[in-house]
C-alpha cells in the first residue's frame, strides 16, 4: 500500500543519509523523497511516498522513523485533506509540426514549453501526480528523449470554513 509520510527534521548533515539508511535496511521501498528547508530557520521538512506492505509496516515505519534523533514529527497524512505537488521535466522529441501538436496537448495541462532545440523540446508541468502520470502518458507516442521528476511534495490543507463550522456544531 503507497502511503505518503512527511516529517520535520533538524536541518543537519547526515539526516537523510540515516533516515534513508533506517528504511533501506528494514527493506521499505521509498518510490519518491523531497526535502527541503521549512518555514521555521534550522529545520527541513521531507516527504516520502512510501510502498508498505500493511498497516502493521506502517505503524513499524512511522516509530522507527520517531526514534531518529533529529526527527522533530512524523505524520502519515496519506488520508487526510492535504496539498500535494509534484514537478516533472519531460524532454520530447519534436520539430515542425509536431512542436504544435505537443503545445496543444499540453496547454490543458497548463505545462510550459521551457527550452527548444532543433530536433527536442523540454516541458514543465507541475502538479498533482496524477496529472503528471496523465500528461506523460499523452506525450509518449512522441518519444520521451528524457524524464525527471522531483516526486511527491506536501502537508496538511488549512482549516476549512466548513471544518470550523462543523467543530463549532458540537452538542453542548
Known amino acids: 500500500m503507497r502511503r505518503i509520510i512527511s516529517a520535520t527534521v533538524q536541518n543537519r548533515g547526515g539526516v537523510l543519509n540515516r533516515i534513508t539508511g533506517m528504511l533501506h535496511k528494514r527493506q521499505f521501498n521509498i518510490e519518491s523523497i523531497s526535502v527541503g528547508t521549512s518555514e521555521t530557520e534550522g529545520?527541513?521538512?521531507?516527504?516520502?511516498?512510501?510502498?508498505?506492505?500493511?498497516?502493521q509496516k506502517l505503524e513499524q515505519l512511522t516509530k522507527q522513523l520517531h526514534k531518529q534523533i533529529d526527527v522533530l514529527k512524523v505524520s502519515d497524512i496519506t488520508d487526510k485533506a492535504i496539498v500535494a505537488r509534484e514537478l516533472a521535466l519531460i524532454k520530447v522529441k519534436g520539430s515542425g509540426q509536431l512542436r504544435s501538436e505537443v503545445q496543444g496537448i499540453i496547454n490543458p495541462f497548463r505545462a510550459s514549453i521551457i527550452d527548444v532545440s532543433?530536433?527536442?523540446?523540454?516541458?514543465?508541468?507541475?502538479?498533482?501526480?496524477?496529472?503528471?502520470?496523465?500528461?506523460?502518458?499523452?506525450?509518449?507516442?512522441?518519444?520521451?528523449?528524457?524524464?525527471?521528476?522531483?516526486?511527491?511534495?506536501?502537508?496538511?490543507?488549512?482549516?476549512?470554513?466548513?471544518?470550523?463550522?462543523?467543530?463549532?456544531?458540537f452538542p453542548v
Not at 43 to 55: A, E, N
Not at 150 to 164: D, K, M, N
Open 43 to 55: 529545520v527541513s521538512k521531507m516527504t516520502f511516498v512510501v510502498d508498505v506492505g500493511d498497516h
Open 118 to 169: 532543433k530536433d527536442s523540446l523540454t516541458i514543465q508541468v507541475t502538479g498533482k501526480p496524477d496529472k503528471v502520470e496523465a500528461l506523460i502518458a499523452l506525450l509518449r507516442p512522441y518519444g520521451i528523449k528524457e524524464l525527471s521528476r522531483t516526486g511527491v511534495t506536501a502537508f496538511l490543507r488549512g482549516q476549512q470554513p466548513q471544518q470550523i463550522a462543523e467543530m463549532n456544531s
